[in-house]
């Protein structure tokens, strides 16, 4: 299912970058997610937006920021990147729920 | 906010035998209660959900059960195939949290041919 994509799909990276993640859409959904998973704890929601106005924060929004540029677009941030944040990060859209999900970013923070 | 709590972590069938896992919420206000199933390396792929307002939904090998008064609710997996093993997470969301979801912290099923 290529209508959610997400850029990169691996990143390397050092304590104290910035770093973003883009996904983007097709399904012409107005709902966009930001997860992260780690192993054990499933998966957790950072940031959501119901359309392009409106900005939500979840359980874990502590050391990330989102944009919505677009309907079709939303962004996540790591202002300054730490070793704690290496997670795989998923975005996902749908109409009412995360339904459609990306293939994850997986994230490593040296 | 919401907690949903997963048993087991991890599940070993025989090919041909069935699968439950169970799943509990906290929130009496929950609604919603999606099931997501996800292969190895892939993405996490919804496969059913229920709603408040219905005790079973069946699609083919796959159900979901709810019960509203002890707040949990279960995936029933039929007649399992090897193609079956997956991690599955559940999930619940409530008006009282901005519908948010709150996902279980997932079972590592392997049905053994």
């Known amino acids: 299912d290529a209508d959610v994509t997400q850029t990169p799909r691996n990143r390397i990276t050092k304590t104290g970058k910035r770093i973003m993640l883009e996904c983007s859409q097709t399904?012409?959904?107005?709902?966009m997610y930001w997860y992260r998973q780690d192993p054990g704890l499933g998966l957790r929601l950072i940031y959501y937006?119901?359309?392009?106005?409106?900005?939500n924060k979840g359980e874990i929004s502590d050391g990330y920021s989102v944009s919505r540029q677009a309907q079709a677009k939303f962004s996540l941030s790591l202002e300054s990147a730490i070793p704690n944040q290496t997670a795989l990060y998923f975005c996902?859209?749908?109409?009412?729920?995360?339904?459609?999900f990306g293939d994850g970013t997986r994230l490593s923070i040296l | 906010g919401e907690n949903v709590e997963q048993h087991p972590s991890t599940l070993s069938v025989q090919e041909g035998d069935s699968a439950v896992i169970k799943c509990t919420y906290s929130?009496?206000?929950?609604?919603?209660f999606p099931w997501y199933k996800q292969e190895l390396g892939k993405r996490p792929q919804l496969i059913i959900d229920?709603?408040?307002?219905?005790g079973e939904k069946k699609d083919q090998r796959i159900a979901v059960t709810l019960n509203k008064t002890a707040k949990h609710f279960s995936l029933h997996i039929t007649e399992t195939q090897p193609e079956d093993s997956a991690v599955y997470f559940c999930?619940?969301?409530?008006?009282?949290?901005?519908?948010?979801?709150?996902f279980g912290t997932g079972t590592s099923l392997t049905v053994i041919p």
């Open positions: 996902a859209t749908g109409r009412n729920q995360p339904q459609h």
């Open positions: 999930a619940a969301s409530s008006p009282n949290t901005g519908n948010q979801f709150y």
């Open positions: 229920i709603r408040s307002n219905v």
């Open positions: 929130d009496s206000a929950s609604n919603y």
């Open positions: 399904k012409g959904h107005d709902r």
């Open positions: 937006s119901f359309d392009v106005k409106d900005i």
